[in-house]
């Protein structure tokens, strides 16, 4: 993929820049949609894509083109067709496109073959128990690893394969100054609280349906993270993996109707953290 992009773009770095920044526009308008189409909210909002990109901004190295910037177009792909396994008359042409969209993310790095767990949960949420609809998802999530294979054999490039195959921590040596450190964890941490205080009352007036959408939601955010934390520190912005799932879940502490008061509260505090995030040194 790089070795496209330099022969159109060469060594201009605006060019990536810019690349990026329109993948992660584009990225939060579609994680609006997701949240919109499948009613995941009481009223049509823009609120997701807001906190989408208000966290993805609070680190430069999420804004930067990156694997992990196009991993999560595979998990926003897969969470959105795992939800529409309700919605559906051809179950099993969905389920085998989730774990094809799964599959893609652990090709990119390793580490992302815990999402395979995902992919179970939903079987388990939206699905009946039925033997064939369990083979279509394993048959959709082991596709790209028997394309993968043969073509590395038809090249010649087996021994590629233990290359693959790796974990690490995300922790690097040149870790951020411990003020920053301090305030963007403490942050995103109350964001978090705040949304899944509010998340509460709102999802307990929510059909079935959405409900799972929900705890599918919260698989994907534990999953994220533990997939961000085991991804080898030369995988620059590996965490920005859970930003999709905790934007999602903060965007209920902005649209509280209820408390207003909070709701505002909320959002001066996302926007003076973004601000500090932004002008401490790092």
């Given at each position: 993929?790089?070795?496209?992009?330099?022969?159109?773009?060469?060594?201009?770095?605006?060019?990536?820049?810019?690349?990026?920044?329109?993948?992660?526009?584009?990225?939060?308008?579609?994680?609006?949609?997701?949240?919109?189409?499948?009613?995941?909210?009481?009223?049509?909002?823009?609120?997701?894509?807001?906190?989408?990109?208000?966290?993805?901004?609070?680190?430069?190295?999420?804004?930067?083109?990156?694997?992990?910037?196009?991993?999560?177009?595979?998990?926003?792909?897969?969470?959105?067709?795992?939800?529409?396994?309700?919605?559906?008359?051809?179950?099993?042409?969905?389920?085998?496109?989730?774990?094809f969209f799964l599959c893609l993310t652990a090709l990119f790095q390793f580490s992302f073959l815990a999402f395979f767990l995902l992919l179970?949960?939903?079987?388990?949420?939206?699905?009946?128990?039925?033997?064939?609809?369990?083979?279509?998802?394993?048959?959709?999530?082991?596709?790209?690893?028997?394309?993968?294979?043969?073509?590395?054999?038809?090249?010649?490039?087996?021994?590629?394969?233990?290359?693959?195959?790796?974990?690490?921590?995300?922790?690097?040596?040149?870790?951020?100054?411990?003020?920053?450190?301090?305030?963007?964890?403490?942050?995103?941490?109350?964001?978090?609280?705040?949304?899944?205080?509010?998340?509460?009352?709102?999802?307990?007036?929510?059909?079935?349906?959405?409900?799972?959408?929900?705890?599918?939601?919260?698989?994907?955010?534990?999953?994220?993270?533990?997939?961000?934390?085991?991804?080898?520190?030369?995988?620059?912005?590996?965490?920005?993996?859970?930003?999709?799932?905790?934007?999602?879940?903060?965007?209920?502490?902005?649209?509280?109707?209820?408390?207003?008061?909070?709701?505002?509260?909320?959002f001066y505090f996302s926007l003076l953290y973004l601000i500090l995030c932004l002008f401490i040194p790092k």
């Open positions: 993929m790089l070795a496209g992009l330099h022969y159109v773009f060469g060594k201009v770095a605006f060019a990536y820049t810019f690349l990026a920044l329109l993948l992660t526009f584009i990225q939060a308008l579609y994680v609006n949609s997701i949240t919109n189409r499948h009613k995941m909210f009481n009223r049509f909002t823009y609120i997701p894509a807001f906190v989408f990109l208000l966290l993805g901004s609070v680190y430069p190295t999420f804004s930067q083109f990156s694997e992990p910037l196009i991993i999560n177009w595979f998990l926003l792909a897969a969470l959105d067709t795992m939800f529409g396994f309700t919605q559906t008359t051809q179950p099993r042409k969905l389920i085998y496109n989730a774990g179970l949960v939903a079987m388990v949420l939206f699905r009946p128990v039925n033997l064939a609809e369990w083979t279509v998802a394993m048959m959709g999530y082991l596709t790209p690893f028997y394309i993968t294979a043969c073509l590395l054999f038809l090249a010649d490039g087996l021994h590629l394969l233990p290359q693959w195959a790796h974990i690490g921590f995300s922790i690097t040596s040149h870790l951020p100054t411990t003020r920053y450190l301090v305030i963007s964890i403490s942050g995103i941490v109350l964001l978090l609280f705040a949304g899944i205080y509010a998340m509460q009352g709102n999802v307990a007036m929510s059909n079935i349906y959405v409900r799972r959408d929900w705890t599918a939601i919260s698989f994907y955010l534990i999953l994220a993270v533990v997939g961000a934390f085991i991804t080898d520190d030369g995988v620059k912005g590996s965490w920005l993996l859970v930003i999709p799932p905790i934007s999602i879940v903060v965007a209920h502490a902005l649209q509280m109707e209820k408390n207003r008061r909070f709701c505002n509260f909320i």
